[in-house]
């Protein structure tokens, strides 16, 4: 009998698409086992504007998206960010290009 195999994926964070972005952009990670994921905006002084996820995933490929706003609401302005993933020990950045 025949059985599928489910695929494997590698720890990483992908580019954003599209970059530069207005009004939002998606971001793509992937996981290769279980792990509690955060992943946060920050601006080019390294301050966290956002929070877009911080909880336990288990392995797989995953979508986020960010509207260019603050954990308060608010837009930010245009601008340089970076876009943090922090999986275990695994802590890549990208940088992410705001255009209002």
Known sequence: ??????PR???ELHQN???PFNPS?????????QNRV????FD?????IRSLVDG???PGLYREVWNGKNDRGANVSSGIFFCR???GEFMPVKKIVLLR
Not at 25 to 33: G, M, N, P, V
Request: glycine share 8%; aromatic share 12%; proline share 8%.
């Open 38 to 41: 955060r992943i946060g905006i």
């Open 56 to 58: 336990v995933k288990p």
């Open 1 to 6: 009998m025949w059985k599928r195999v489910p």
């Open 85 to 87: 993933l922090q999986a």
């Open 9 to 11: 994926y590698r720890t």
């Open 44 to 48: 080019a002084g390294g301050r966290k």
């Open 17 to 19: 698409f599209p970059n």
């Open 25 to 33: 952009t998606t971001i793509e990670y992937s996981l290769a086992k």
